[in-house]
């Protein structure tokens, strides 16, 4: 990208140029006081606001020796300070360069907070009666690292699965004792309870984390277990969304010791739909031992 100047292809006429020093200025920079109305120190200070925001898809961009651009496509200005129109342009420039770029400006956290708001809103609307999971994992159920198998007798006599699909997580709790290689009806017996740790809602939006919620961080009602095939096993359960719960990851939204959350840092959107979630994964039956 080139910006206007001499050496590129967007340069001004010559009739708005005159001579102050060394080399062709702007007719706009007539002294040396005018130089100074907006100082290096501005024009740094925007360069450093978009380097922050700016990936390194953006490249480093150059025009020519007096109008050098950087990765952030803000112009490396000289000890030459602007006047007049030229303050104006020195945002507008900047904002250009990055757009043209592949940069944009980042959100403020009020702004994060608006855009996470609008796309909870978008997601439901989208799902307006029903959310539907199917997802085929390529590894076995294994056995939570905080949980002892049953041969090692739990004080609680339950061993915690996890069972892993994509973006889908489940912690699948048994009774003990298991049957070892237990098969799909020997779960069914032994199952006690599930956790729908992670579910894939695709929602993104800078510095803010979400998680779908059902009205019960666990329950038993609603869970089946099958094989479709030899040696795999499909987990389907069905229950109810409760909703979405977003939270901001900025310093300045983590709430003090036994505080409440703090405005603008947190939401949540009720949405009572029917929920399907269907995983299926390889299964050998040794997992709860």
């Not at 609008?118 to 994992?137: C, F, H, K, L």
């Amino acid at each position: 990208m080139q910006m206007a100047g001499e050496g590129s292809g967007l340069a001004a006429p010559a009739s708005s140029y005159v001579k102050v020093g060394r080399g062709r200025r702007p007719a706009s920079i007539e002294s040396a006081t005018a130089q100074r109305d907006v100082s290096l120190t501005e024009v740094l200070a925007a360069r450093r606001r978009a380097s922050s925001v700016c990936s390194p898809s953006c490249g480093p961009l150059r025009t020519s020796r007096d109008n050098r651009i950087d990765s952030t496509g803000i112009p490396l200005m000289s000890s030459h300070g602007l006047t007049g129109a030229a303050r104006i342009a020195v945002p507008l420039l900047a904002a250009g360069a990055l757009i043209l770029g592949g940069c944009r400006d980042p959100l403020s956290p009020a702004g994060e907070f608006a855009a996470a708001t609008e796309a909870v809103d978008a997601w439901t609307a989208a799902r307006p009666n029903a959310w539907s999971i199917s997802a085929v994992g390529a590894r076995a159920p294994q056995r939570a690292e905080w949980s002892k198998g049953c041969s090692a007798s739990p004080v609680s006599g339950l061993v915690a699965l996890e069972a892993s699909a994509g973006a889908t997580r489940l912690l699948l709790f048994f009774r003990c004792p298991a049957v070892e290689h237990a098969s799909a009806a020997a779960l069914q017996a032994a199952f006690s309870h599930v956790v729908l740790d992670e579910l894939p809602h695709g929602l993104a939006v800078s510095n803010w984390s979400f998680s779908a919620r059902t009205p019960s961080s666990s329950f038993s009602d609603g869970v089946l277990f099958s094989s479709p095939s030899s040696g795999r096993l499909r987990i389907a359960i069905a229950t109810e969304l409760y909703g979405l719960f977003g939270h901001s990851e900025r310093p300045s939204c983590v709430p003090p010791a036994d505080g409440p959350s703090l405005e603008g840092c947190y939401l949540f959107r009720e949405h009572h739909v029917p929920l399907a979630v269907s995983v299926t994964v390889p299964w050998t039956g040794a997992e709860l031992q």
